[in-house]
């Protein structure tokens, strides 16, 4: 048992609380996650509109060929706006959300978890994640087929692929993508909802509730139905993993793998083709592996609520 949970008396549900009672909510346990997520999604939107326009500027072009949404959209793509603006995300932010963390853990060190994350607790994070990216990638293979035949959901995917375009594309700089979409991404995403939002519901809810509306707002966050629909599962294991293991950096660990994988960035790493059909079946053995060691991780949590 750690530090954190030293003088705090197990609940039914095993959430650990002082006085075996959950605390008051202050007016930060929701403002603070709300503002955050706010400021997250002006600050990448804000900046990546930026870069375009100093793109726009350095390159010479009229504005007035900027006068439909077509041509902006290429801007995006060509100033690859959306990773730049990533990158300053992760360099402002992060820093800002762990500044965060900080001042609250000192009065509710239950805010954050860092707890000693034994290896095994590694290999089950990356089981688990990767088995959630196999399952996703069958549901969107479907919704695809789908979309064939249903109208709305063919706009929908066209539009999660044209935002897809903004982060990964063949001819950008691949270390830029690298650096955005696996690591300043994960970081800064994960800081806010599981260190922030996960934490703050902990606090003064039972676990079970931070990690669902963990798992909800992240997915929501991404607005498109069809990138919902792709990131609902990977957010609910991110945060059921992290609630198991106490440790933030595994689900930050957790995301990188992720969205290495997920994003196409490891086929072009190795020069697959992005419909690799050994690497899908990987993911979908990877299922099976990951549901097994989390069902392991549950009961190895549950046996340590007996021991305390």
Same mark, same amino acid.
């Given at each position: 048992m750690s530090l954190n949970d030293q003088n705090k008396a197990p609940l039914e =549900? $095993? =959430?650990? &609380?002082l006085n075996s009672k959950y605390p008051r909510a202050d007016i930060l346990t929701v403002a603070a996650p709300l503002l955050f997520m706010l400021l997250h999604a002006l600050f990448l939107n804000l900046t990546a509109m930026g870069i375009v326009v100093i793109y726009t500027f &350095? !390159?010479?072009i009229p504005f007035s060929l900027l006068s439909s949404q077509e041509a902006i959209e290429r801007l995006f793509l060509d100033a690859q706006a959306q990773n730049w603006a990533s990158v300053l995300l992760g360099l402002v932010m992060a820093p800002v959300y762990s500044l965060y963390l900080k001042y609250r853990s000192r009065k509710y060190p239950e805010v954050v978890l860092l707890d000693r994350a034994p290896r095994r607790y590694w290999l089950t994070a990356f089981s688990a994640i990767m088995g959630s990216l196999g399952l996703p990638m069958v549901w969107i293979s479907f919704l695809i087929n789908?979309?064939?035949?249903? #109208?709305?959901? !063919?706009?929908q995917y066209e539009t999660y692929t044209k935002a897809i375009q903004t982060l990964i594309r063949p001819d950008g700089y691949f270390w830029l993508e690298i650096l955005a979409v696996v690591i300043m991404? *994960? @970081?800064?995403?994960?800081?806010?909802? +599981? $260190? @922030?939002?996960? $934490?703050? @519901? !902990? +606090?003064? #809810? *039972? #676990?079970?509730?931070? &990690?669902?509306?963990?798992a909800l707002a992240f997915a929501l966050f991404h607005l498109m139905p069809f990138q919902i629909a792709f990131v609902i599962l990977p957010g609910l294991v991110l945060a059921l993993v992290y609630e198991l293991t106490r440790n933030l950096l595994i689900p930050i660990f957790m995301h990188m793998v992720y969205n290495f994988f997920g994003s196409g960035i490891f086929a072009r790493l190795f020069g697959l083709p992005e419909d690799n059909m050994t690497l899908f079946l990987v993911e979908i053995i990877f299922i099976f592996i990951g549901l097994f060691m989390v069902i392991r991780l549950i009961g190895e949590y549950r046996y340590r609520r007996k021991q305390v």
């Open positions: =549900d $095993g =959430d650990f &609380v &350095v !390159r010479g789908l979309a064939q035949s249903n #109208a709305w959901l !063919r706009t991404i *994960p @970081i800064a995403e994960e800081l806010l909802f +599981r $260190g @922030i939002l996960q $934490g703050e @519901i !902990r +606090r003064v #809810a *039972p #676990a079970w509730i931070a &990690v669902l509306l963990s």
